[in-house]
């Protein structure tokens, strides 16, 4: 299960959208579809403009 905040970032705590797909076995073109369709909130972009989730996005 998912459970995302959005606008929230620990430094050094997060993960990228290919992370976050292998621990929640969610590919990553679906993640990003329920993204764009706001299904989860938009996640924090890295300076460089990758998605960036905290380690609390994926819940046990």
């Not at 299960?1 to 995302?4: G, I, K, P, V």
């Not at 290919?18 to 929640?24: A, D, H, P, Q, V």
């Not at 989730?53 to 819940?59: E, F, L």
């Given at each position: 299960?998912?459970?995302?905040q959005p606008?929230?970032?620990v430094k050094g705590i997060s993960?990228?959208?290919?992370?976050?797909?292998?621990?929640?076995?969610?590919s990553t073109s679906r993640i990003r579809f329920y993204e764009k369709h706001?299904?989860?909130p938009k996640p924090i972009r890295g300076e460089n403009g990758?998605?960036?989730?905290?380690?609390?996005?994926?819940?046990?």
């Open positions: 299960m998912l459970h995302l606008r929230f970032k993960m990228r959208i290919g992370e976050l797909s292998r621990r929640t076995g969610i706001e299904v989860l990758y998605r960036e989730y905290p380690d609390t996005a994926v819940k046990g």
